[in-house]
């Protein structure tokens, strides 16, 4: 009996492995996505397809519109997520296709092998977006490379847009698929691919025209550290590790290093792998990188590991021993970002800090917008939680995020709003104990935030010997619901600073002979300023006051070097 149960229970996984496997993957990735709470950037991305747009100040568009049709969809956790449950199961299908000679047993074996896969691949992230565009995009290539026909040479195109929407890393994969094969760039094809994916890419970047180029300029240089930092670098390494698994990762790096490639294609899958780990190396000694920067390379190693263990049995021994470890680490984490019992406030804040609180608080705050200070994380979950509009108030001497740009602010201005904070508690009339915070609440009954008046010096940069004065030439560019709030309301005449920046530091604050109300009756103006700071390079910002006591940033950073 139990004999015959067991050549029946294998009789079906032969002929069924596949489904067995892609149905068991989805349906768990979907109940995973249902049990699971939004984490902070979920919740971030969330409020993006409230704005669809063509692009945003951290990414671009493709997360927003991907959650935005999984909301028409569905509602809650599932909703945001199911878009990105069908793209990381189509990724492996994908995957699978690259494969030219397969075991199914190993590249199962591989994937349940990848913890990274599992317990992120359900998330609301660009990175998902981007993991699937690229092995869509070696499916294509491989087809492209074989015959430059039109419907590849069509498709690599729009392939490569999607990319390009998914997450700007995206151009590391095309380039690298590129420096792996030079002649590429003798085929008229590759151009034709090339213009159609620019021409498509386009609207975004006239998105980012008309905002100064707001996304380039905080990737490329407000990321950056003042110095270099061994940390960084340290961390970097072993993060990587961590993200293709602490368990079986030496076995996908020796495979992915390793493995001799036979093609043009598999070249391409190494140049990628080699080439991102190596690109983001670099990239510490400039700033902090991130360890889901290199999330790419999961496809060129799963394909190189795969190919590479077929042919190196020990290693493929070890990795069917470590299988169980791995899948039972994946369990347990599984398992703990849906049940609240693991008593560490770093995965309570990442799971299961907002449950339950906001609705109690929605109703103590009598379903009024809320403005949070400092925290697009914040202010998206609440939003997120509650149904109710929450704004972001950013400090100058913090970066700035999307609420920078959304309307939100405007919708707001003059009206009756409660503030929120975790910080500084004394300074609220309410708070409320969270699950790992107390918040303070007050109302503001006039809410005031003119974050969006940009103020401009000609020239933006200026060299002066120490002690000396400086004369700022600005010109203010004010929106017109400002100016038209303003000059109906002639008791809001908010102070204006300059904030004196060493690097990232702020060194001090430098008020000024002027106002928000003079500033909107002569938006050009000269002021006069005696820094008095020592010998070194500096940047200045000018500041608005907000109703909350709160500065804005309201200018971009201007260079001071002092002799």
Not at 137 to 151: A, D, E, T, W
């Amino acid at each position: 009996m139990i004999l015959t149960l067991k050549r029946e229970m294998k009789f079906i996984w032969q002929n069924n492995h596949r489904f067995i496997f892609y149905t068991g993957w989805l349906l768990l990735s979907f109940l995973q996505a249902y049990l699971t709470g939004l984490q902070d950037d979920e919740a971030y991305y969330w409020v993006y397809s409230k704005f669809l747009s063509w692009g945003y100040f951290d990414h671009p568009p493709m997360i927003a519109l991907l959650i935005k049709t999984g909301t028409l969809i569905l509602p809650g956790e599932l909703g945001v997520r199911f878009m990105i449950v069908i793209l990381s199961t189509l990724t492996l299908l994908i995957t699978e296709k690259l494969i030219e000679t397969k075991n199914y047993l190993l590249f199962y074996s591989i994937c349940l092998s990848l913890p990274i896969l599992q317990v992120s691949g359900f998330m609301a992230v660009p990175d998902i977006p981007l993991i699937f565009f690229t092995s869509l995009f070696f499916l294509v290539y491989r087809s492209f490379i074989k015959k430059n026909s039109i419907i590849n040479t069509i498709s690599l195109g729009l392939v490569m847009t999607g990319l390009l929407y998914s997450k700007y890393h995206g151009v590391l994969i095309i380039f690298f698929t590129l420096l792996s094969n030079i002649k590429l760039l003798r085929s008229a094809a590759i151009y034709v691919s090339g213009i159609i994916a620019v021409l498509l890419f386009t609207p975004h970047l006239i998105w980012q025209y008309d905002h100064d180029w707001i996304s380039f300029k905080f990737h490329f240089f407000e990321r950056s550290a003042e110095y270099y930092d061994l940390r960084i670098t340290i961390e970097y390494v072993l993060g990587q590790f961590l993200l293709v698994g602490p368990i079986a990762g030496i076995i996908f790096f020796t495979g992915t290093f390793l493995y001799r490639t036979k093609n043009s294609f598999e070249r391409s899958l190494k140049y990628t792998a080699v080439g991102i780990f190596s690109f983001f190396l670099l990239s510490t000694f400039k700033g902090r990188v991130e360890a889901n920067w290199t999330s790419p390379v999961l496809i060129p190693m799963i394909v190189l590991t795969h190919n590479y263990l077929l042919k190196h049995e020990r290693w493929k021994i070890w990795l069917y021993k470590l299988l169980p470890l791995s899948v039972a680490l994946v369990l347990v984490i599984r398992f703990f970002m849906i049940a609240d019992v693991l008593p560490i406030d770093a995965v309570v804040e990442r799971f299961h800090a907002w449950k339950r609180w906001p609705l109690v608080l929605k109703n103590k705050t009598k379903d009024l917008p809320v403005v949070f200070k400092n925290s697009y994380q914040r202010a998206s979950q609440y939003w997120f939680h509650t149904g109710q509009i929450a704004y972001s108030l950013n400090d100058y001497r913090e970066r700035m995020n999307n609420y920078n740009i959304w309307p939100i602010e405007d919708s707001l201005l003059g009206k009756k709003v409660y503030i929120m904070d975790i910080y500084r508690l004394n300074s609220f009339k309410d708070s409320m104990q969270a699950r790992l915070w107390t918040v303070g609440f007050s109302p503001d009954s006039n809410f005031q935030s003119f974050a969006k008046l940009l103020i401009k010096c000609e020239p933006n940069n200026y060299i002066l010997n120490r002690g000396e004065k400086l004369t700022l030439d600005l010109i203010a560019d004010i929106p017109g619901h400002y100016r038209n709030y303003l000059l109906h309301q002639q008791k809001t005449d908010e102070q204006i600073i300059i904030g004196v920046f060493k690097g990232k530091q702020r060194i001090k604050e430098v008020n000024l002979n002027l106002t928000l109300l003079q500033l909107v009756r002569n938006p050009r103006q000269q002021v006069v300023i005696y820094p008095d700071i020592q010998k070194g390079r500096y940047s200045l910002v000018f500041a608005i006051r907000s109703s909350t006591g709160l500065f804005t940033q309201n200018s971009e950073r201007i260079g001071i070097i002092i002799k």
